[in-house]
């Protein structure tokens, strides 16, 4: 009976060894939903950076050979108008020239993301690994997700360090603090 029930308790131990090393496979579907987790998640940051700086700021460079703080976001928002029309089929619109104020900063800014978040809304298991653009922004729709994210987090890295010289905290920190 000892040997049995030792038997037995070996078994499920292989057995339970062998399901905790197969590898689990995720979907097409999975690598989109994280690729717009990504997005989402910086969405999140650069708006709150974008808010956090007082507008007398938004001309500060840390050296004059660099963008000031209100060109960063000038320059996600071009970067992401081209990088989402190519993933939502159609051509790149033209960049428009820079806003002038915060407040017409975060409307292109939000507009940006509005298109972003429609061409991103565009991408399914059907058509997520179809190889679209060119250049830099050529690759798969799931992937130029991914991409512009990426792009998009380097730029809050950015931004997260000019706040800080101006005594801000950023908001991906902040948001960290709070939840101690």
């Known amino acids: 009976m000892r040997i049995a029930a030792m038997a037995l308790a070996v078994m ?5 060894a062998a ?22 998640m910086q969405k999140t940051f650069i708006l709150a950076a974008a808010d956090a700086m007082p507008e007398a700021d938004y001309s500060f460079k840390p050296t004059p050979e660099i963008r ?4 960063l ?19 790149p619109a033209s960049s428009a020239a820079g806003a002038s ?12 993301f509005d298109t972003c978040d429609v061409a ?10 179809d190889v679209v653009g060119k250049g830099f922004l050529h690759g798969t729709r799931v992937g130029l997700i991914e991409k512009n994210a990426a792009h998009d987090n380097e730029l809050y890295g950015t931004m997260s360090v000019y706040l800080r ?16």
């Open 12 to 16: 499920a131990l292989a057995g339970s």
């Open 73 to 91: 976001f000038e320059h996600v928002a071009q970067a992401q108008q081209m990088a989402c029309a190519i993933i939502a089929g159609k051509t």
């Open 120 to 129: 991103n809304a565009t991408v399914t298991a059907t058509n997520a690994l």
């Open 165 to 180: 010289l101006k005594g801000i905290v950023p908001p991906s920190t902040a948001m960290h603090m709070k939840k101690k």
């Open 19 to 40: 399901v905790a090393q197969e590898p689990e496979h995720g979907t097409i579907d999975t690598l989109i939903q994280e690729a717009k987790a990504a997005y989402g």
């Open 101 to 112: 104020t915060k407040a017409a900063m975060m409307a292109e800014l939000k507009a940006s």
């Open 68 to 71: 000031s703080y209100g060109q």
